[in-house]
DNA sequence: CTTTCAAATGTTATATTATTACATAGTGTT
DNA sequence: AACACTATGTAATAATATAACATTTGAAAG
């Protein structure tokens, strides 16, 4: 039962940028990408940009804002990636993205007196890891 | 009783940044800074840097990630400059510091299974505002 | 099968954002 | 004066991102 979910079909280039940032532990940085995929015959920035942009609207990766960095998105909770939450350790600088009920209901049902209604957000949290903390 | 906020010691090069920044209605780019500053002897990057740096750590501005652009902050409530909520119109751009209790609260209590404590947050709400919600 | 249209790709150049490195100058304290 | 600390000035460059335009691919319709 467990990766049910589909395949999606990503095209040659997002399927590349894509399985590089899925691999990895923490987040990629697009000329790291870049870089990545040189030998697999990509070879300027825009190829990785248009993938990412694509990923990101597909909501199977997620830009950490704070680090111009991207992530797999792991919670399959916000395939419309309207709605992301992470964690940033300020030491280690693990990212880990947040799925938590309470939090995403709160935000998403959000109003302020400003009369604006909210269709997405993304927020990110900084402190210590619990390997961090520690020291 | 308005505005009793000592004007603290900014240098010289900090106040001319925060003034521009404060003075506009709408978040300001590094480069923009730069650029108006120019006629006040302010030539160089490092120097603009240097003071949105200062002004962040001192919480009288405030970096929006999503857009790489700087604003004053509002609220003063964030004098430390660690928890910060914005909100920002997909169509006119016009960004809003959040000064909400109810808001803040729930933030600043969050935790969550990773016994990660959270001394930080940014974050930022993206929708419509009501004038563009009326076109 | 061919026409068609949208999406994706390839490529070059350039724009935008941010930092490194090093030299110099001011400011307050002992 | 000697010291430490913060801020400044300057040149060069790194890192991140987009513009513009030509070409190809792939699915859908005729
Ligand atoms: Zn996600
Ligand atoms: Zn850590
Ligand atoms: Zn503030
Ligand atoms: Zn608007």
Same mark, same amino acid.
């Given at each position: 039962?467990?990766?049910?979910? #589909?395949? $999606? =079909?990503?095209s040659?280039?997002?399927?590349?940028?894509?399985?590089?940032?899925? #691999? /990895?532990?923490?987040p990629?940085?697009? $000329? /790291?990408i870049?870089? =990545?995929?040189?030998?697999? @015959?990509?070879?300027? !920035? !825009?190829?990785? $940009?248009?993938?990412?942009?694509?990923?990101?609207?597909? @909501?199977?990766?997620? #830009?950490?804002?704070?680090?111009?960095?991207?992530?797999?998105?792991?919670?399959? +909770?916000?395939?419309?990636?309207?709605?992301?939450?992470? /964690?940033?350790?300020?030491?280690?600088?693990?990212?880990?993205?947040?799925?938590n009920?309470?939090?995403? =209901?709160?935000? +998403?049902?959000?109003?302020?007196?400003? @009369?604006?209604?909210?269709?997405?957000? =993304?927020l990110?949290?900084?402190?210590?890891?619990?390997?961090?903390?520690?020291?």
């Amino acid at each position: 039962m467990a990766k049910m979910q #589909k395949e $999606y =079909n990503l095209s040659k280039n997002q399927q590349i940028v894509f399985d590089i940032i899925e #691999k /990895s532990s923490e987040p990629v940085k697009a $000329y /790291s990408i870049l870089f =990545n995929v040189k030998k697999k @015959g990509i070879k300027a !920035p !825009p190829q990785v $940009y248009r993938a990412l942009e694509k990923l990101i609207k597909l @909501g199977k990766i997620h #830009k950490v804002e704070s680090k111009n960095a991207f992530v797999a998105c792991k919670s399959s +909770n916000c395939e419309i990636s309207k709605a992301t939450a992470f /964690s940033i350790c300020e030491i280690c600088e693990k990212v880990t993205e947040i799925a938590n009920n309470k939090l995403s =209901n709160f935000l +998403n049902s959000f109003e302020d007196k400003s @009369g604006m209604k909210y269709k997405k957000y =993304n927020l990110e949290f900084f402190g210590l890891c619990k390997k961090c903390k520690k020291t």
